[in-house]
């Protein structure tokens, strides 16, 4: 039976995990098929968000820099704090593994 999901869940389904196949497999050896395979999902369901494999990384890119800008501009409000406190700690958001 098919699952219809709205087009940004789906969306950020297809990022998750091409995120995680990257990941472990890398972005060379990961097809859009392994993607498809790991979700379960028709190739159209695929193209209809995603032109291409570059697009999924161009996007996860997207989204990564906007968590990053977001989680940047959380600590700069902060006006409690000091501004060198501020912007070593907006510096250390600004990691990935954060």
Request: glycine share 6%; no cysteine; aromatic share 6%.
């Amino acid at each position: 039976m098919r699952i219809v999901k709205d087009a940004a869940a789906r969306r950020s389904e297809i990022l998750d995990a091409a995120e995680k196949l990257f990941g472990t497999k890398g972005y060379d050896a990961t097809s859009t098929g392994d993607i498809l395979r790991e979700l379960g999902i028709a190739r159209g369901t695929l193209y209809y968000h995603f032109k291409s494999k570059e697009d999924i990384l161009d996007a996860m890119i997207d989204r990564l820099t906007q968590a990053l800008a977001a989680r940047a501009a959380e600590v700069l409000d902060r006006k409690d704090i000091p501004v060198l406190q501020r912007l070593t700690l907006m510096m250390q958001s600004l990691q990935v593994n954060n």
